[in-house]
């Protein structure tokens, strides 16, 4: 009797093969297959070689026969287009109780629409998100996987002997919810992550041009962050970059064009926070930092027209270190109380019973974003799991105590000398705001209404009775615009 394969993948580019490899490496055999098949025969002959349990195969006719039933058949091809081709390509193969599985970063909209569209046709559906790069895919990645409630048992087993691992054994996978669910989570985690990654550099830094400290300095620094509160991989792979020399013995760092890059996923969480009304600030700032840092010509050339302070420090620097390092905390929890937040909104608006807690272990192991961190969050929605916002959380509400004064006077400082921070400002912004329990948005509704007739609310009338004024005399008394929201 041919051997069948207990699952199929297609797409071999780096992810994909790292991930057949982790598959095969915990027992499972695995079908490949890719649009370009001589990525079979080079999979087959180099990494693969010698392993038994992959089976490579020339036509999607092929691939599909060598599947057990019920067929598991997991796509890591570009999100988008892609996705939908290979769909279209399966289905004639497929049968009632199949599952197609998305492991790539699909816009969880595409995600809603393409479960939908296979439930119809009585077939299953995963959307997952895949995190930890490349290392992550071979080694134990985060998976976050939501879609068709009853296709989670027919991969279970293995999603969860593949992914990553927190330090008591527990995976860092688990079912997140319908639909588009597990690329929603996917896509805010990649949110919090640019706000990590902005974060830390901005950090960096105020240290090299507002304290002159070299990267050797710099690396030093880092290295002893990830000893305490800061331990995660970013913090980790910062100080390992810091430390990297170039062939002539120099900084590899400072030799990089300074203009960052995106696939999209931190701009669709932010523009999402819009659609929302979630205030995801510190996301969304570290989205138009990379816009900024793409005009590097025109930042060159207003270099030398545009003035600003003379950058100078006086003061005790290992202090101030220790501030940065406060702020930089207590900005990084803002960023996931943010992400969050929104993931609250998105549950509410979609019907999704998202477990934060799980989340958050989801995310302690394997992933971009992993940390000691994490698991705060993690005994935070424990003690409570209706937690609206977690620096409301008595551990959360402590740190940002002790962070209060280092962080603004890291942000101030920043200010002074004109280095740019605006990750870290827009942090204490969110919190100050946060925490007000007046804000002049008062005014701005009395000019909308002025203006536009919008109407406003009393602080001395129950909430939800509308009025409006006359402010000029003029006009009619008893008419506006019927808008409130803005």
Known sequence: MEKKADLGLIGLAIMGQNLVLNMNDKGYSVAVFNRTTSKVNDFLNNAARGRSGILGTKSLEDFVASIKKPRRIMLMVKAGEVVDTFIEMLLPHLEEGDL???????????????????????????????????????????IMPGGSPKAWPLVKDIFQAVSAKTETGEACCE???????????????????????????????????????????????????????????L??????????????????????????????????????????GVPIT????AVYSR???????????????????????????R????????????????SYAQGFMLMRQAAAAYA?????????????????????????????????????????????KKVMDEAQGPWRRV???????????????????FYDAYRSERLPANLLQAQRDYFGAHTYERVDRPRGEFFHTNWTGEGMEDVSAGTYNA
């Open 352 to 396: 999704w019973n998202l477990n934060f807690g799980g989340i958050a272990l989801m995310w302690r192991g394997g992933c971009i974003i992993r940390s000691v961190f994490l698991g705060k969050i993690k005994e935070a929605f424990q003690r409570n799991p209706e937690l609206s916002n977690l620096l409301l959380d008595d551990y959360f």
């Open 282 to 285: 510190l996301i969304t700032e």
């Open 411 to 429: 942000v101030a400082k920043a200010v002074e000398m004109g280095i740019p921070l605006p990750a870290h400002a827009t942090a204490l912004g």
């Open 291 to 317: 816009f900024i840092s793409a005009l590097k010509e025109e930042r060159t050339a207003a270099s030398k027209v545009l003035s600003g302070p003379k950058v100078s420090f006086e003061g005790d620097r």
């Open 235 to 276: 913090i980790e792979i910062t100080a390992k970059i810091l430390g990297f020399k170039d062939q002539d013995g120099s900084a590899l760092v400072e030799k990089i064009l300074d203009t960052a890059g995106q696939k999209g996923t931190g701009k669709w969480t932010a523009i999402d926070s819009l659609e929302m």
């Open 100 to 142: 197609i599985i998305d492991g790539g970063n699909s816009h969880f909209p595409d995600t809603i629409r393409r479960t939908k569209y296979l439930e119809e046709k009585g077939l299953l559906y995963i959307g997952t998100g895949v995190s930890g790069g490349e290392e992550g895919a071979r080694h134990g990645p985060s």
């Open 175 to 233: 079912w997140v919810g319908e639909n588009g669910a597990g690329h929603y989570v996917k896509m805010v985690h990649n949110g919090i992550e640019y706000g990590d990654i902005q974060l830390i550099g901005e950090a960096y830094h105020l240290m090299k041009i507002g304290l002159g400290l070299s990267t050797d300095e710099m690396a030093e620094i880092f290295a002893e962050w990830n000893r305490g509160e800061l331990n995660s991989y």
């Open 319 to 334: 202090s101030f270190i220790e501030d940065i390092r406060k702020a930089l905390l207590a900005s990084k929890m803002v």
